[in-house]
């Protein structure tokens, strides 16, 4: 697949200039803090609202300001992997994996299966009556990634999903995250500020600074089409 970003975006300190392409694996985004890695994601994603240009998946249009194209998120199909998880603390595992799928309108029978698939996928079908707070951190990032991942996305954008945890653990839901990754085969893209966290997820980096993206010369070339 391919997934064509070509946007502008004012924000108070400078202008979003996004322009890349990026092809099935994963794609680390870097940058210092407050340089526009966030706000890239959340225009992928159409949680945000570019100023003009366009953004492409397979050729159809996310986003297209000349022709006033602009999908909802819930047609986008991207997943978003948002720091900390973002479970909602009210619902079970099970709800929590389930709840995208209702959004999108899908027959109960069908929900019911899908679930079923994803609890057991990513082992924790015995947590499906617990709540986000009675799971490990390894826990969470599994019920999250089930609920992701049910929702049959196209493309998956990680946002500083790791950078929470302690190195141990880090280390360990690392192993998970790029099991995930290899599994999905689609395109991702990782924002992360540690340098050695993407050279182990990714297979291509680029580098954001001012709302400039840029790739990142540097980066051992992996195996993979990107
Ligand atoms: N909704 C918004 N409208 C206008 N400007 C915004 C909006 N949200 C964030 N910004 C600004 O856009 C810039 C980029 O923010 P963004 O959240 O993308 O940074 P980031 O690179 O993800 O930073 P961090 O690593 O700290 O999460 C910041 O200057 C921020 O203040």
């Known amino acids: 697949m391919e997934l064509e970003i070509r946007i502008r975006k004012n924000l ?22 407050g340089s526009g890695k966030s706000m890239t994601l959340k225009c992928i994603a159409g949680i945000e609202t570019p100023d003009e240009g366009r953004i492409l ?21 991207i997943g978003y992997l948002f720091q900390g998880y973002a479970l909602f603390p009210n619902m079970t595992v099970e709800e929590n994996v389930q709840c995208g799928l209702k959004a999108k309108k899908m027959p109960k029978g069908q929900i019911k299966e899908r679930v079923e698939e994803m609890l057991e996928r990513f082992q924790i079908r015995e947590l499906a009556k617990r ?16 609920r992701l991942m049910a929702y049959e996305p196209e493309v998956i954008l990680l946002d500083e999903p790791l950078s929470a945890l302690d190195e141990e653990l880090r280390e360990e839901l690392q192993q998970e995250l790029s099991q995930m ?21 990714c297979q291509k980096q680029y580098t954001i ?18």
């Open 57 to 77: 998946l397979d050729g159809k249009s996310l986003f297209d300001s000349g022709k006033k194209i602009n999908l909802p998120p819930q047609k986008r199909k």
């Open 181 to 201: 990754l290899a599994d999905f085969q689609k395109p991702s893209i990782l924002v992360s500020h540690d340098a050695e966290e993407v050279r182990r997820l």
């Open 12 to 33: 108070k300190e400078f202008t979003l200039k996004a322009d890349f392409v990026i092809h099935d694996g994963c794609t680390g985004l870097m940058g210092p803090s």
């Open 131 to 146: 709540y986000p707070r009675q799971l490990s951190g390894g826990q969470k990032q599994r019920t999250a990634i089930a």
């Open 209 to 226: 600074r001012e709302g400039r993206i840029q790739p990142y010369a540097d980066f051992p070339q992996k195996k993979g089409r990107l």
